[in-house]
């Protein structure tokens, strides 16, 4: 079964250091998004993706993050300067359609922890 | 406006038992329901989901119980297994526009014993 493919599991990087998060979804879908989950609470919605533009985004999704489809088959989250509540598991997903027709593929996540 | 709320936070049901997890929601805008299951350090995957144009969808073991006017939906988990131990978490989103982000629940923690 196809699998939304995540890089690193986990990263562990200093305060105020810039972080990419790498994904590469599954390859026919064309819907791409980011969802974090802090340590024990509910996973939240960063931003959507498609067409090469963000569609949607949270009122998470600052300044600080930016997203990208450098080429065919990656998607990216970019944190320029990580702040200590920036810690938490960071799941990609993605869908061949809209997801809420389609369904969402997550990702296994990527582990960041801001020192 | 847009929480999801989800109870219990844990629960713990004996092997063959039936699991209920419950959402309510407060936008009646939201149209789209769907519940995820999620192992330890994977990914939530899909479960099931229903629309609010239906009360009740089954599938296997697993069916959705929505009741539209209470703006409730609910998880039932006949004949639980230890397998079906994991977080389960509701979902609701809105609109046909090209992102439908989905607004989650707090999430259950459930545990099958043998």
């Known amino acids: 079964e196809p699998e939304v493919t995540q890089t690193p599991s986990h990263q562990v990087t200093q305060m105020g250091q810039e972080v990419i998060l790498r994904c590469v979804p599954i390859?026919?879908?064309?819907?791409f998004y980011w969802y974090r989950q802090i340590l024990g609470q509910k996973v939240e919605f960063l931003v959507s993706f498609y067409n090469n533009e963000i569609s949607e985004k949270s009122e998470i999704f600052d300044d600080q993050f930016s997203v990208e489809r450098p080429d065919g088959s990656n998607f990216t989250l970019k944190i320029r300067s990580t702040k200590l509540e920036d810690s938490a598991m960071y799941f990609c997903a993605s869908s061949v359609g809209p997801g809420r027709s389609y369904g969402y593929t997550f990702g296994s996540g990527t582990r960041l922890t801001v020192v | 406006q847009q929480q999801v709320k989800q109870s219990p936070q844990s629960l713990i049901v004996q092997k063959g038992g039936i699991s209920i997890i419950n959402c309510a929601y407060e936008n009646t805008a939201f149209d789209y329901f769907p519940w995820y299951q999620q192992f330890p350090g994977k990914g939530p995957a899909l479960l099931i989901a229903i629309r609010p144009d239906v009360s009740e969808k089954k599938e296997g073991r697993f069916t959705i119980s929505f009741n539209k006017s209470a703006k409730q939906f609910s998880l039932h988990i006949m004949d639980s297994q230890p397998g079906d131990s994991a977080t389960y978490f509701c979902a609701a989103s809105q609109g046909a526009n090209a992102g439908n982000m989905l607004t989650f629940g707090g999430g259950t923690r459930l545990m099958v014993k043998p």
């Open positions: 390859s026919n879908h064309l819907y």
